[in-house]
């Protein structure tokens, strides 16, 4: 969806290194949310945010930290990227809990 | 414990052919459910929405059911086409708390000419 967007698409790096995910929405929307997905395993939730003050750690947020710099926009960031950290991230927003707009994702490796 | 459960894993049927999805859950209390097609390397996109009071909802070649009873859902595609191909989703809402959305693994459809 062309409202959530996220930065970069594709990414690779080596074990160690800090790695920043962005996203940006334009749909005027106050919740936000970081998701992660691996084959077999679907969406899981690492971070979530309700609105600019409002941070909420999800089901795996261990390694992860986020940044909720306005309304519009709310960064993942790895501190220190590990193999097992490879996935495919998803940014998704929603103005209430029925209906969430995904970004295309970003495919991160670590090597 | 709150779960969401899809079968099948994997389906592969034939362009023109009729496919039935499921979704079974334990999310309670229960707030809405969800369907959303994920294309390949594409963010998912919503289907249909149901709450508990709704039993069935259309969209296009897309009809969902909700059994809140028996907690099911099913997600009927009529007469696929090859853009059908995708992940279909599952998503459960939970009335409370904040951290409220239960996610199925997803169901991979492949339709082939």
């Known amino acids: 969806d062309a409202d959530v967007t996220q930065t970069p698409r594709n990414r690779i790096t080596k074990t160690g290194k800090r790695i920043m995910l962005e996203c940006s929405q334009t749909k005027g929307h106050d919740r936000m949310y970081w998701y992660r997905q691996d084959p077999g395993l679907g969406l899981r939730l690492i971070y979530y945010?309700?609105?600019?003050?409002?941070?909420n750690k999800g089901e795996i947020s261990d390694g992860y930290s986020v940044s909720r710099q306005a309304q519009a926009k709310f960064s993942l960031s790895l501190e220190s990227a590990i193999p097992n950290q490879t996935a495919l991230y998803f940014c998704?927003?929603?103005?209430?809990?029925?209906?969430?707009?995904f970004g295309p994702g970003t495919r991160l490796t670590v090597l | 414990k709150n779960q969401v459960e899809q079968s099948p894993q994997s389906l592969i049927i034939l362009e023109g052919k009729n496919c039935t999805l499921q979704c079974n859950y334990t999310v309670s209390p229960f707030s809405n459910l969800r369907w959303y097609k994920q294309d390949t390397g594409r963010g998912p996109v919503s289907l249909t929405i149901m709450t508990f009071s709704e039993n069935t909802k259309s969209n296009g070649r897309y009809t969902a059911t909700l059994d809140a009873d028996t907690k099911q859902s099913s997600l009927h595609i009529t007469a696929s086409q090859l853009s059908d191909s995708a992940s279909y989703i599952c998503v459960v809402s939970r009335q409370t708390g904040a951290n409220n959305l239960f996610f199925g693994t997803g169901t991979r459809l492949t339709v082939i000419p």
């Open positions: 945010s309700f609105d600019v003050k409002d941070i």
């Open positions: 998704a927003t929603s103005d209430s809990d029925r209906e969430q707009f």
